[in-house]
């Protein structure tokens, strides 16, 4: 885990019940779906990698400080549906020269069947990665995205390999609007946070105002809320320790870790161990800010 796969993004979801497996056992049930790269006939492929691969890791689990770190890998062909139809009206303009004749909605519809099976063996494919990690002393599954879309996607999966995954996405007790709005309106923020120079306002009609690099405590920033806009996102720091981007639906982006020097990064080992520690505090004191989790009835 070089310094460049530490985890830029988090979708945070919780257990509803706390996770059970051992790092052996998980291995196991995610060793029953291992990434296969794309065959030739299909669209797409998913599977679990070494979240150490680019070190000749084996091993589908890394675990450290009771937390197990897991890698989805997805490819998916690359077919432009431009290229589909450009192919297909070839065709049927060949046919209805050929045979002095109208093609109709359903050849076409199979003609345009025959030619995605003619195209994807030789589709371009791309490759993505999404590394998580289970933190079992919270009880939190930690997703590197910030597409809830991904995040779903990994989630049924995982549970998909696992026949159960208790899970649901972190809510907390206040509107993280509503709470990031009052900060900037009243000019306070709850320590150890500090304010960032970036936020996005938005107002219930739709328009909105990006603010970059900008003293958001500022009169300029005050107007814009006084006309009765909200935070959409807010750029903060965490104790000289992390800066970051959060936004209205509780998704972090934009991590950066500001205290970690080069002379730390040991290793793979060293490094998800020095993040999943950060992580543990940060994200426990990033709850209570905002008031905590939501309790469900």
Not at 98 to 111: F, P, S, T, Y
Not at 174 to 188: A, C, D, F, H, I
């Amino acid at each position: 885990m070089s310094s460049n796969h530490w985890f830029k993004n988090l979708i945070i979801f919780r257990f509803e019940q706390p996770f059970s497996l051992t790092t052996e056992q998980l291995h196991e049930q995610l060793h029953t779906f291992p990434f296969q790269p794309c065959p030739s006939f299909a669209w797409s492929s998913m599977g679990w990698i070494s979240p150490a691969e680019y070190e000749n890791e084996t091993q589908l689990v890394y675990a450290a400080n009771r937390c197990f770190l897991i890698t989805l890998r997805k490819q998916e062909k690359i077919l432009p549906a431009t290229v589909i139809r450009d192919f297909v009206n070839e065709k049927v303009e060949q046919i209805e020269e050929e045979q002095q004749r109208e093609v109709r909605r359903r050849e076409k519809d199979a003609i345009k069947e025959q030619i995605i099976e003619e195209l994807l063996p030789r589709a371009f494919v791309k490759s993505s990665d999404i590394s998580a990690y289970i933190d079992l002393e919270h009880n939190w599954l930690l997703i590197n995205t910030a597409s809830r879309k991904k995040a779903d996607e990994l989630v049924s999966f995982l549970r998909k390999c696992l026949g159960s995954l208790p899970v649901v996405p972190v809510e907390v007790d206040q509107s993280p609007s509503y709470t990031m709005t009052g900060w900037l309106t009243r000019r306070n923020l709850p320590k150890p946070f500090t304010l960032g120079e970036d936020c996005k306002l938005v107002s219930t009609e739709g328009e909105s105002v990006t603010c970059k690099q900008l003293d958001l405590l500022s009169n300029e920033v005050q107007e814009h809320l006084n006309t009765g806009k909200n935070v959409n996102y807010l750029a903060l720091q965490w104790q000289d320790r992390i800066s970051f981007v959060i936004d209205q639906e509780y998704t972090i982006k934009r991590i950066r870790f500001l205290n970690i020097s080069e002379d730390q990064l040991e290793g793979y080992g060293a490094d998800f161990s020095i993040m999943s520690l950060e992580f543990r505090q940060f994200i426990t004191q990033l709850l209570q800010i905002f008031g905590g989790l939501r309790q469900t009835p």
